[in-house]
């Protein structure tokens, strides 16, 4: 019995065993079927599934037409659930999560798939809907950037600067001319225009048959030459309204702000995904440099359209509205801004005005003449000084217990290790010899300074230098160059230094910062945005703007945080009267009629090249009232002669309000 019971055991253990197995399913599942149909789809790659009624090379090839073009990456695909619908089939639902952007908001959405078996293999039935809803066949997605309002920029007193101002486009319709009179009319329009014609001609020619092809964008205000009839008046021609971010004309400022436009394609690649290809921006200056702020974060709109004709949406898939940009307030006074280009428009080579208001430290002009052909010469400009260093050289040496009566050695000349040193050319004979350092100064002796070279030291002169605020960097919301002075030189170079040559280094700003300290009675700091704005440019743009300096200048480091000043109010009253001695008897006496306050001012010739003569920057400084304003001349004769007119018209304008 034992044996007979143990038997049965076991025959009962097999049968049952058998029976299991046969109940095992080991066939792929629908949720196998669905995490790889959702796998695929963030690939663009479906191989890996079936369809009922496509290969998978089809169904990629769709993805694929789907987003061409589409610059976000692909999809995360996530399997939410599946549900069996009967024996052989269940739905699948996929959650989609598209990252359009570097803001926190994504594009999300659900589809469903019906999943089917089919001899043991789960197909999904395929439609463009299981990719994004409501997509049908033949279309594709759509990417388009929605800039908000941009924010304005304002000067002094929040006057507005560059805000939306009226333009027209003006461009050949091609769908309004016939197209064997086409090439006629783009050559008469480039004509009227003073565009190239031939150019203008090929242009046309290559744009698609139904194409408006913009010539150019006029401004549409009182200034404008090219009247409506004269545009009507070519076959074809054609005129839009629209609004463009522009300053008050089309020279204001135009180095300092910037431009608004379609992003380069320059920009889209330095911008790491920020600036789309399309996309309105800042193309240079404060509208780059402060994009972020003044554009805002742009809105995001999804659209499906026909993969034949992708600019004419049929359904809104997506939208996330723009957040408008905020106004960027600057300190410019658009008055004197617009009256130092005018003063700067007859001059040829590169030259500009800047004006400070010593009180404060705010840069109430920063212009530039044609000459300097686009190049931010006012702020980023690197030269030699001359004689307007005179001011930092007699700094040094009132510390050194020189007054304006101290005697100095005015010679016709002086020599250093080998190098011989002279005065200007037009230097008045009368004043050679011993004469008091208020002379020396006043008519700009050369000699006069470097006889004196060897009571200060190289560093006590680059202290003097620091201490007017040369040399001291300052965030003013844009790239700017703030001067240059060697601590240590000895022999030719020091002497060079104590007249503003050698490696001594200068903009214009640096100069007018140096004369507004004066004026304070205290280092002056300068700014250029308003309180409270951000001071410092957005990243990536300072090199940029830094490559804006003149070619073969040097390029010093930014000193680090300099020390306090230890510029006195007593040491500003002594500088102030040298400075008048320069109107009053020196090379700047035709600053004694400009109306107003008394002129107090500093001429500076610096000599540069390897011509004979040497060719010369001109340079002028000069104080009245809470003004601070540098004049330079890139290629000049003298200080007097070249900048001081350009002065002389500057405070005659400012004083005419």
Known sequence: MGNLHRATSVLTAAVLALTLAACTDDRPTAEDAARTLAEGLARLDVAQSAFTAAQPAEVTGQLTAITEGFVPPAPTVTVAGVEETGEDSATATLDYVWDLDDTDQDWTY???????????????????????????????????????DRGDITGAGGEVIVTQRPVLRVGIDKTQVPEVEQAASARALATLLELDPAAYEQQVAEAGAEAFVVAVVLRDDAARTVTDAQIDAIPGAFRESDTLELAPTRTFARELLGSVGAATEELVEQSDGAIRAGDVTGLGGLQLQHNDRLGGTPGLAVDAAPIEAPDTPSQRLFEKPAVDGQDLATTLDPRLQ??????????????????????????????????????????????????????????????????????????????????????????????????????TFAQSCNTGFISARDDISQDELANAATDLGIGVTASIGTPAFFGSVPTEAEGTAHAAAMIGQGEVLVSPLSLATMAASVGAGSRVTPTLLASGEQ??????????????????????????????????????????????????????????????????????????????????????????GDLAVAVFVEEGELGSTSGGPLMQAFLTGVAAG
């Open 110 to 148: 659900s589809t469903t798939a019906d999943l089917t078996r089919v001899e043991d293999v789960w197909q999904a039935e395929w439609a463009p809907g299981v990719f994004v809803p409501n997509l049908l066949p033949d279309e594709k997605l759509v990417l388009t950037s929605v800039p908000g």
């Open 535 to 624: 001071a410092e440019p957005e990243p990536g743009t300072e090199s940029a703007a830094a490559s804006e300096a003149p070619q073969g200048s040097a390029s010093p480091a930014p000193t680090d945080e300099a020390e306090p000043s230890a510029f006195t109010a007593a040491e500003s009253a002594t500088l102030k009267t040298l400075m008048t001695a320069v109107v009053a008897q020196g090379g700047a006496q035709l600053l004694q009629d400009v109306p107003g306050e008394p002129v107090l001012a500093k001429t500076g010739t610096a000599e540069f090249g390897s011509e004979t003569p040497p060719r010369t920057h001109a340079w002028v400084v000069a104080l009245q």
């Open 338 to 439: 617009a009256l130092g280009e005018d003063v700067l428009s007859d001059e040829p080579s590169a030259s500009s005005i800047v004006a400070i208001r010593p009180s404060t430290g705010e840069i109430l002009a920063a212009a530039n003449g044609p000459g300097s052909e686009g190049l931010q010469t006012a702020l980023l400009g690197q030269y030699p000084p001359g004689s307007t260093f005179k001011i930092a050289t007699s700094l040094a040496l009132l510390r050194q217990g020189f007054t304006p009566e101290t005697p100095t050695e005015c010679n016709e000349e002086v020599t250093v290790d080998g190098r011989t040193f002279n005065n200007a050319s037009t230097f008045p004979a009368q004043f050679l010899g011993t004469i008091p350092l208020l002379e």
